[in-house]
């Protein structure tokens, strides 16, 4: 099938959030998710590089609705967490999905383990519980909850 240029122009523009016509803080969060996270630079000329990132992307948008969400209980959707370096993650990436390698054994220190971490995560993030989605092996998550 061959499709039009101006097509595939639209939707690489709209694919790269280019395209988004108000933004909101679903649409803030929404970035952060396609991109996986947004890389936090505090040398800043204009502004911090996270603030440049949504800024080139979503054109004028407002600091304090992306700040709530990072730094606000009650409307926490993103945090600051290591990526491969200092980063903007949507909690969604975290708390909806715990996944585990094939082939690794979830030995009770393990499970311990990401239980502790994901305790510490849950209470940073003011939550009362956590929903995992899929875990491979399935047993990982199961036994990950009850250690919650």
């Known amino acids: 099938m061959i499709y039009p240029l101006s097509a595939l122009r639209a939707m690489a523009l709209h694919t790269q959030f280019l395209t988004t016509p108000t933004?909101?803080?679903d649409t803030m969060v929404d970035l952060a998710t396609a991109l996986g996270y947004v890389?936090?630079?505090t040398l800043n000329v204009v502004n911090?590089?996270?603030?440049?990132t949504l800024w080139a992307r979503l054109g004028s948008y407002s600091l304090d609705d992306f700040d709530k969400l990072i730094y606000t209980a009650d409307q926490r959707r993103l945090y600051e967490g290591w990526g491969h370096?200092?980063?903007i993650i949507p909690s969604v990436l975290h708390l909806n999905a715990l996944?585990?390698?094939?082939g690794i054994e979830p030995d009770d220190e393990l499970v311990a383990g990401v239980a502790t971490t994901m305790r510490d995560f849950l209470s940073w993030h003011g939550a009362e519980s956590l929903k995992i989605?899929?875990?491979?092996p399935a047993a990982f998550g199961e036994k990950v909850m009850s250690a919650l």
């Open 39 to 41: 890389q936090i630079d």
């Open 85 to 87: 370096a200092a980063s």
């Open 23 to 25: 933004p909101n803080p």
């Open 133 to 136: 989605e899929k875990s491979d």
């Open 99 to 102: 996944y585990l390698e094939p």
């Open 48 to 52: 911090r590089a996270h603030y440049v």
